[in-house]
C-alpha cells in the first residue's frame, strides 16, 4: 500500500484550504524528514507499519486563524493531540492546554495528529474549520481562564503597547496582571476583566495620534497604493514587518501586508483599506 495521508486529515487540509484560499503553505508539511524517520514509530509524520497512512499535518500558521484551528481540532473524535506556539493539547491530557517543551516550538506551523485506530484516522468526518466563526475582540467579555482567537486579540494589541506577553491565545496571570496595570493606567475600574469600556480604551492607546502635517486620521478615508500620511503609518504599524517597517506612504509592500491581512480576515484581498478593513483593525470609519 502507497503511503499516504491518514483520511481524516485531507478532510481537514481541505476545509483549511476552503476557508482560507491564500494562505502561506510555506511550513505545510505531513511525511517526516531526516529527523522524524530517526524516531520510527514515535513520530506520527512517519508511515504506519499496517497501513502506510501518516497521521500528522502541519499547516503553515500565515494566513489563518491558527486558534480557531485548535479549538475545532480538539472537538473532532479522530484528533490525538495539537501543538501550537510551545503549546500542546493532548486527548490523554483531557485537551487541556500544558507547555511543549520539544526542540521544535510551532511557531511557524500547527501539528495536528489523529488516532491509530483505523476507524478514527479513516474518518471523513467534518472538522467544522470552513463554518467556524472567529471570536474578535469585544465579542465577549474576556477575564482569567478564557482562551481563544480574541485573547490572542488582545494579547497582539498589549504587545504595542509593551507589555511583552507571549501571544498564546490564553487568558493567563500575566494577561490578568497586565490588563488591570492598564485599566489602572486609564482609571477604569481595576478589575482584570476586559469588558466594553477596557476594549475601547485599549482600541484608543494603540491608535495613533494623526500630525497635523499630513491631516489624516485612520477611518477617514479609504486609502491604496499612492497615498501618504498619518493614517498610511497606522496600517503599516498594525500589520508590522508584512507591510515593510514604518513609514507614511502606501507603497508596493505596504499593498502587500495589507492584502496579507485581509485574506487571513477574510476579507477581498484587494489591498485597499476601505471601511470593512478599517474595522477589521478596530478603526472607527468617520467617512
Known amino acids: 500500500m502507497s503511503v499516504h495521508l491518514a483520511p ?3 478532510v481537514l487540509r481541505d476545509e483549511i484550504n476552503t476557508r482560507w484560499p491564500h494562505r502561506d503553505r510555506g511550513s505545510d508539511g505531513w511525511i517526516g524528514d531526516a529527523a522524524h524517520q530517526a524516531r520510527g514509530s514515535r513520530s506520527d509524520h512517519n508511515p ?3 497501513d502506510s497512512s501518516v497521521n500528522a499535518l502541519d499547516v503553515d500558521v500565515d494566513g489563518i486563524d491558527p486558534l480557531l484551528i485548535v479549538r475545532q481540532a480538539i472537538a473532532h473524535p479522530s484528533c490525538q493531540y495539537v501543538i501550537y506556539n510551545r503549546v500542546i493539547w493532548s486527548r490523554t491530557r483531557g485537551f487541556t492546554a500544558a507547555r511543549y517543551t520539544g526542540p521544535n516550538p510551532h511557531n511557524k506551523h500547527l501539528h495536528v495528529s489523529v488516532s491509530h ?4 484516522e479513516d474518518s471523513t468526518r467534518p472538522w467544522g474549520i470552513a463554518t467556524a466563526t472567529a471570536t474578535r475582540l469585544g465579542d465577549r467579555v474576556l477575564r482569567d481562564g ?3 482567537s480574541d485573547v490572542r ?3 497582539t494589541l498589549a504587545n504595542r503597547l509593551g507589555a511583552g506577553l ?4 490564553s487568558f493567563g496571570p500575566k494577561t490578568t496582571a497586565w490588563v488591570r496595570g492598564f485599566q489602572k493606567a486609564r482609571s477604569l475600574a481595576v478589575d482584570g476583566v476586559v469588558g466594553a469600556a477596557t476594549v475601547a480604551a485599549l482600541r484608543k492607546a494603540v491608535t495613533p495620534t494623526p500630525r497635523p502635517s499630513t491631516g489624516n486620521a485612520p477611518g477617514s478615508r479609504t486609502v491604496r497604493r499612492g497615498c501618504t500620511g498619518d493614517d ?3 496600517v503599516r504599524r498594525f500589520i508590522g514587518s508584512r507591510c515593510g517597517g514604518p513609514g507614511t506612504d502606501f507603497d508596493a509592500g505596504t499593498e502587500a501586508g495589507v492584502r496579507w491581512y485581509q485574506r487571513m480576515r477574510g476579507l477581498t484581498d484587494d489591498g485597499i483599506v476601505g471601511p470593512l478593513t478599517w474595522k477589521q483593525m478596530g478603526v472607527r470609519v468617520t467617512y
Open 232 to 234: 498610511i503609518a497606522f
Open 153 to 155: 486579540e488582545l494579547q
Open 48 to 50: 504506519d507499519a499496517d
Open 166 to 169: 507571549t501571544v498564546d491565545g
Open 117 to 120: 485506530t483505523r476507524a478514527l
Open 146 to 148: 478564557c482562551r481563544g
Open 8 to 10: 481524516a486529515l485531507r
